[in-house]
């Protein structure tokens, strides 16, 4: 038997205690924020965005809010889900590790992801609100 001590990934331990989940997640979707960047005005965004691709903030959606250190595996969490939004969040931080550009949608076998600007960010930059619309409306309307 071999024995190493090489580590390829570290899965984080999980404390409910310090996440921030809301919403019921009737559809499936994930959408994960990070706390930093993730003010009222943002929130009215996302509440904006999540009513034009015709979902209920509320009932509709699971949102994570993670600060930017945080690490978390994100299956042990929320095992069932469709689709993941991660704004200004890498995917590493939740535990998934792929290669990914941002505003490119990843097929994976039973979901899909899509990777953003943190939304501080989209809201500053016009061309910005219409890729992520463009990309929402491509997962979401079509």
Not at 74 to 90: E, T
Not at 106 to 130: G, T
Request: hydrophobic content about 45%; proline content about 4%.
């Amino acid at each position: 038997m071999i024995e190493t001590t090489d580590q390829i990934f570290q899965i984080p331990e999980n404390s409910l205690d310090d996440l921030t989940i809301s919403g019921s997640g009737y559809k499936h979707l994930v959408v994960v924020v990070g706390i930093e960047h993730f003010g009222p005005e943002e929130s009215a965004t996302l509440k904006k965005m999540i009513e034009a691709i015709k979902y209920d903030f509320v009932n509709d959606i699971f949102l994570l809010q993670l600060h930017d250190n945080q690490n978390i595996s994100f299956h042990n969490i929320l095992p069932v889900y469709d689709d993941i939004i991660l704004f200004g969040i890498k995917p590493s931080q939740i535990g998934i590790f792929v290669d990914c550009i941002n505003y490119e949608i990843l097929n994976f076998e039973k979901s899909r992801m899509l990777i953003c600007d943190p939304i501080k960010d989209i809201n500053a930059v016009q061309s910005k609100k219409v890729l992520l619309w463009n990309k929402l409306q491509e997962m979401f309307l079509k």
